[in-house]
């Protein structure tokens, strides 16, 4: 049986290639403590219709390349984008220290 992962896709650069970010929360053996490991996959996306910030399905599958041993299979939920705040929008507001000096 294949193995189907869940994750984020953090980069869309590649052709044909998406960089699957797949989190998990472990709880340490010895101490008990819970901390977050990551993991970087590389998955064939044929079509290139996942885009940074998707949350993704993959399915395991023969060696495609070096790298790749994962598949694309659905796109569970698209991003919603991305915010850019313009430099020029930052410089226009006034600091709010400096108002109070001013009272």
């Known amino acids: ?39 970087k996959i590389a998955a064939h996306d044929d079509t290139n219709q996942a885009g940074v910030g998707d949350v993704v399905e993959i399915t395991e599958t023969r060696p495609i390349s070096k790298n790749k041993r994962f598949t694309l299979n659905r796109v569970l939920e698209k991003s919603h984008g991305q915010i850019e705040i313009k430099q020029e929008e930052v410089e226009k507001q006034p600091e709010p220290d400096a108002e109070k000096a001013e009272a």
Do not use: E, F, L, W
């Open 1 to 39: 049986m294949a193995k189907k992962i869940v994750g984020t896709v953090t980069s869309d650069a590649q052709d044909k290639t998406i960089i699957v970010t797949v989190t998990r929360r472990v709880t340490h053996p010895i101490y008990g403590k819970q901390y977050t490991v990551s993991n």
